[in-house]
């Protein structure tokens, strides 16, 4: 393991510290080091011990290690918490010959989720030879050539990097030509060939030389080219480029056939001598995709396939211009071609470590995923950024360059919202930009956190004593939002239960129905409060209550009792109109009407009696009239109505009401209907055949079930007595749907990308319409 600081053994301990905490946040990174072709199980580093981790909580925590497209490369042991070598590591294969060579590694635990970056960087070593192109180089010399002449030979290129690359050249012993080494711009070396004795074909028409490349690696490596020299007779006169370098700088996304240069060369010979043509001697380096051709008679220059800069930034083609005369002469000139970089790829976004479903009491801060985004282009082109929409209830956090985490921002409601559809969209630096998307679909599990709830806090229930047991009196509803058990419901009398509550009536536990179990009796009692209750199935069980109010109707099961009182035998011839002869009482058990049936309804209640009179005997019959007083309220038999009323009728829709009825006679009797205040509804009076009034509901306004599902109104009767008595009905209106609503999209418009390569079947992601 290498480090990159030096300190006191007291400083540290101090930074091991401080490195140790920002682990435990989450964004720290290690570096190590290991050499190319390493043996397997060559130790790396004591990652766990580094990162400050016990080796009891590796499996448990579900450590592991990913590295992206770098397969099985390097591997953790689990027993030790050692990095180790788990297969053969090419360092020319995994990085070219770029002077940077690393794996990035992500370590992953969980229970808490925590991730940690480390980065392994691979060393060159010296396992590859330098290489020339062919096993012969051919060179043509013309004899006339002056002496301190040169002539470019053919490189060798060696696969390794640094030092190991660093190729010296040695030529073998002649007594014509030397060596000399030219450094190019790039720091590149190019052998030449140096005249440093005139030729004489006739003397020596072919020389056989061998170059040897050595490069700088412990132990070095060599290899070698032979030379072939042929002396050429007099065309004295090579052709000649106006560059010896021309530089280009191309877009990759230049069309196919596009010329983009064209060469200059000319010869000082005269007729066929000075005649030439143009030709590429080598392309650096060589591509699959992209290959350079060049006109031979004008020198124009054109690309044919693809310039992709993520594969080659670079080019180098190396000219000729060889001219006519025999033996022909040849000009050389280099074109590097700079290949401009260009926003062609779209970034990647790669989600990991999903945790769902998420409980809706999750805490604010907890981690939901990881996210790792990258795009291929360099510079702006390749800086991505990503975002979030919609950002309530989550937030994305930058934990490291180009890595993220999904955090819950604030308290979820799963009543409110069952399931988030989130987007992430990575966009790159580029004008214009590019971008990418994933659809991410966050389910939220369901916690015991509402209690039950009745649709109203009091009901208010009219019953006839003589009901048989077993009649259904009320059913109650209680609704839970809650999921599952947690918004299964259990109905019961809320304790303590008074024993006349329990005597009386028995409620069903499932659906709340409250039925009649004991007999009733008005004048035994004539209400009830009934407490209940509604309890969840949650691990720690919620509750609602309620309460009914039973009002018990007297009906007619008692008969009249008439007591005369107070009774004078006597009564004198002369006795004037008005005098008291006796006193009666007249009483019932039963209360309102069913109490005063002595005379019943009719208008006139009268009272007859004979009168039996002695010494002398006489009879006489007594006429005893009964006068009605207001000691009897409207009263709507048929209690609480319920009208459903479909939302597509027009204004002016009627719909009857009940009637009330009332004991009492003449002004004591009905007199009038109101109805509480509405926006939608009025009430309309008619009037029946016997001149009491016919309350009617009218629609007044159009309803919308969408906007409100339910009216609650108050429908009161009023008598004319003094003082005056009321009874009301509550009449409950359901608004009944109709199909007026088409389905809406969340978006008028979505976008996704799909790759070339998706399964058939496979959504490309999911939408969702509300009605």
């Not at 570096?31 to 072709?37: A, D, G, L, T, W």
């Not at 060049?294 to 083609?317: H, V």
């Amino acid at each position: 393991m290498v480090f990159s600081w030096r300190a006191t053994p007291g400083a540290r301990r101090l930074l091991l510290s401080l490195l140790l905490a920002a682990w435990e946040a989450g964004s720290g990174q290690l570096h190590y080091s290991v050499p190319e072709e390493a043996k397997h199980g060559t130790f790396v580093g004591r990652i766990a011990q580094d990162l400050g981790l016990e080796l009891a909580e590796l499996v448990p925590r579900l450590f592991r290690v990913a590295s992206k497209d770098r397969g099985d490369l390097l591997e953790v042991n689990l027993q030790n918490g050692i990095l180790f070598v788990n297969s053969r590591i090419d360092r020319e294969e995994l990085c070219g010959r770029s002077a940077a060579c690393g794996i990035h590694l992500e370590v992953i635990m969980e229970q808490p989720l925590q991730v940690f970056h480390v980065e392994v960087e691979v060393k060159d070593i010296n396992d590859n030879p330098p290489v020339f192109r062919e096993r012969e180089q051919k060179v043509r010399i013309s004899e006339s050539a002056p002496l301190d002449s040169h002539f470019p030979l053919e490189g060798a290129a060696d696969a390794d990097t640094g030092i190991n690359a660093l190729l010296t050249y040695r030529l073998s012993l002649n007594e014509y030509f030397e060596l000399k080494i030219i450094t190019k711009t790039d720091k590149s070396i190019l052998p030449e060939l140096v005249l440093r004795k005139s030729l004489d074909r006739e003397e020596s028409p072919e020389f056989n030389l061998l170059l040897t490349a050595t490069d700088g690696g412990k132990p070095e490596l060599t290899g070698s080219i032979k030379i072939v020299i042929t002396v050429l007779d007099v065309n004295d006169n090579a052709p000649l480029f106006d560059k010896p370098v021309y530089k280009v700088a191309l877009f990759e996304n230049v069309q196919n056939a596009t010329r983009f240069i064209q060469l200059n060369a000319s010869d000082l010979d005269d007729g066929l001598n000075r005649e030439f043509f143009y030709g590429i001697r080598m392309i650096l380096p060589l591509s699959e995709k992209c290959m350079f051709l060049i006109n031979p008679d004008t020198g124009d220059i054109r690309i044919f396939g693809i310039l992709d800069f993520e594969e080659n930034n670079a080019y180098e083609i190396q000219v000729n211009a060889i001219d006519k005369g025999f033996p022909s002469m040849v000009g050389h000139s280099t074109v590097l071609v700079e290949v401009v970089d260009m926003n062609d790829n779209v970034p990647e976004v790669i989600v990991t470590s999903l945790s769902l479903p998420v409980q809706e009491d999750a805490q604010a801060g907890t981690v939901i995923a990881l996210i790792r985004v990258s795009d291929r282009d360099s510079g702006a082109n390749g800086q991505v950024t990503c975002s979030l929409t919609p950002t309530a209830p989550f937030k994305l956090v930058s934990t490291f360059k180009n890595y993220y985490s999904l955090v819950l921002r604030k308290s979820l409601d799963r009543e409110e919202m069952q399931e988030h559809s989130l987007l992430l969209t990575a966009s790159d630096g580029g004008k214009p930009e590019l971008t990418s998307t994933v659809q991410l679909l966050i389910t939220v599990l369901d916690v015991n956190d509402n209690a039950p709830e009745f649709d109203q806090s009091i009901y208010k229930v009219r019953v006839p004593e003589n009901a048989s047991n077993g009649t259904l009196m009320i059913k109650l509803n209680a609704t839970d939002p809650d999921d599952g058990t947690n918004g299964d419901v259990v109905y019961s009398f809320r304790r303590p239960v008074s024993p006349a509550v329990l005597y009386a009536f028995i409620i069903n536990p499932n659906n709340g129905e409250i039925r009649i179990k004991g007999g009733l009796d008005f004048e035994e009692n004539k209400s009830y409060e009934i407490l209940v209750e509604a309890i969840d199935n949650g691990n720690v069980p919620m509750a609602g209550h309620c309460t009914v109010l039973v009002e018990v109707l007297d009906v007619n099961d008692n008969a009249p009792e008439i007591t005369i009182t107070s009774l004078s035998l006597h009564v004198k011839e002369d006795a004037q109109p008005s005098t008291v002869i006796a006193l009666i009482s007249v009483s019932d058990r039963d209360s309102g009407a069913n109490g005063q049936r002595l005379c019943a309804a009719r208008a006139a209640c009268v009272l007859t009696y004979e009168l039996v009179l002695s010494d002398p005997l006489e009879f006489h019959q007594m006429l005893v009239r009964v006068l009605d007083t207001n000691d009897n309220a409207p009263r709507f038999a048929a209690g609480d109505v319920q009208l459903h009323i479909p939302e597509f009728l027009t204004p002016g829709a009627r719909f009857p009401l009940p009637d009330a009825q009332d004991a009492d006679e003449g002004s004591n009797g009905l007199l009038s209907y109101s109805l509480s205040p509405s926006p939608h509804f009025h009430l309309a009076l008619g009037a029946r055949a016997d001149g009491s009034p016919s309350p009617k509901l009218v629609l007044e306004r159009a309803l919308d079930r969408e906007q409100r599902a339910t009216h609650r109104l108050v429908l009161t009767a009023r008598d004319g007595g003094l003082p005056g008595r009321s009874g009301e009905a509550r009449v409950t209106i359901i608004v009944v749907d109709t199909n007026d609503n088409a389905p809406v999209f969340e978006r008028s418009v979505y976008r996704t990308k799909i790759p070339e390569t998706a399964p058939n079947g496979k959504a490309p992601m999911g939408k969702s319409a509300t009605p």
